[in-house]
């Protein structure tokens, strides 16, 4: 049973950036898919960002593509997500996801059986 713990979360201004980190407690190259959501207050669970750890291929929700990358280190065992140009709709609860499920849509949670913690992210004008 892998387990994943967030971290780099905090609050910065609008245009700001941070890197959030998830550790994972065992190796990632076995899932289909990682990935990165976020829950804002009153909001649904939203996929934001998912990379195939055995592809490399990225997907990303519309509305950060441009401003938000994801990244996994093999060696680490750890997926990245570093964002750029923050905005007060990126506000929210962050979670780190994993998925041993084939087939699933990378962008929604319902494929995904192995979640964090969550990391929350605040955005200030």
């Known amino acids: 049973q892998v387990q994943l713990a967030e971290s780099g979360g905090g609050s910065v201004q609008v245009g700001g950036s941070l890197r959030l980190s998830c550790a994972a407690s065992?190796?990632?190259?076995?899932?289909?898919?990682m990935g990165w959501f976020r829950q804002a207050p009153g909001k649904e669970r939203e996929g934001v960002a998912a990379?195939?750890?055995?592809?490399?291929?990225?997907y990303y929700a519309y509305s950060v593509k441009g401003r938000f990358t994801i990244s996994r280190d093999g060696a680490k065992n750890t997926l990245y997500l570093e964002m750029n140009n923050l905005t007060p709709d990126d506000i929210g609860m962050y979670y780190c996801a994993a998925s041993s499920w084939f087939g699933v849509r990378p962008l929604e949670q319902l494929g995904y059986n192995y979640w964090g913690q969550g990391t929350q992210v605040t955005v200030s004008s």
């Open positions: 990379v195939n750890p055995r592809s490399g291929s990225v």
């Open positions: 065992g190796s990632t190259y076995g899932f289909y898919f």
